[in-house]
């Protein structure tokens, strides 16, 4: 996002879509989690879709400096209970990548040429910067795209992304995974390691998760769009 500096509009395009979609993502998590029987996101107040209490300071840095970011992570049930886990820790990224896609399915109906913008620029690179022309396509461009990769974002195994939460939920509870898992977690090395991977280029001018996440979403892209 801060690349767009130069463009107030796309700037402010691109920050309500990252909230839209990080609030999105938290709300329907913690409202699954509620109905799964777990107390603490109403007494948190994040049963709402208030984006005080969704929005992730790690992140909002991350969305930011390079375009894709996630949301405050919710604390998953009992691992006992592999039903409700599966439900909470996936229902996030299902609704940011149905509110996505059919956002990114309207397009066709205001511009003809999305699908070469993602084919040339790429999701996470337009996220960044942003770009010029109709409001309207802009808009609903961004918010497609800002929930498609928060989904997508939230899949990575790596902790406080649910991907992660729910690979140490389903793992083997011995030594080796629970010191794995409190490391990432608890001592936000995961953290670390997410805005490594998202920020700092490994031999091209993008960070790796990106490239990854791009060439995932790419193709959904241009599925939806006819491109």
Not at 110 to 128: A, D, E, H, K, M
Request: charged share 15%; hydrophobic share 50%; with cysteine.
């Amino acid at each position: 996002m801060l690349y767009a500096l130069g463009d107030p509009v796309s700037l402010v395009l691109l920050l309500l879509s990252f909230v839209v979609a990080v609030t999105l993502h938290g709300w329907v998590q913690c409202l699954v989690a509620s109905r799964s029987g777990l107390r603490g996101p109403a007494a948190e107040g994040r049963t709402r879709p208030d984006p005080r209490r969704h929005v992730d300071p790690f992140g909002a840095v991350s969305a930011a400096i390079a375009g894709i970011g996630w949301a405050k992570p919710v604390d998953p049930p009992d691992r006992r209970n592999r039903g409700a886990l599966l439900r909470v820790l996936l229902s996030g990224a299902v609704a940011n990548v149905v509110v996505g896609l059919g956002a990114l399915a309207l397009l066709p109906l205001l511009t003809s040429s999305v699908g070469s913008l993602v084919t040339f620029l790429g999701p996470s690179r337009l996220l960044q910067s942003g770009i010029e022309g109709d409001l309207a396509a802009r808009a609903l461009l961004f918010l497609g795209l800002a929930n498609l990769m928060t989904g997508l974002l939230s899949l990575v195994p790596i902790p406080p992304l649910d991907g992660g939460r729910l690979l140490f939920g389903l793992a083997p509870r011995s030594p080796g995974w629970q010191k794995a898992e409190y490391q990432l977690d608890e001592r936000n090395i995961g953290v670390a390691v997410l805005l490594a991977l998202m920020l700092i280029p490994l031999g091209g001018p993008q960070a790796l998760l990106p490239t990854i996440l791009d060439t995932l979403a790419g193709p959904l892209v241009r599925l939806v769009t006819g491109a």
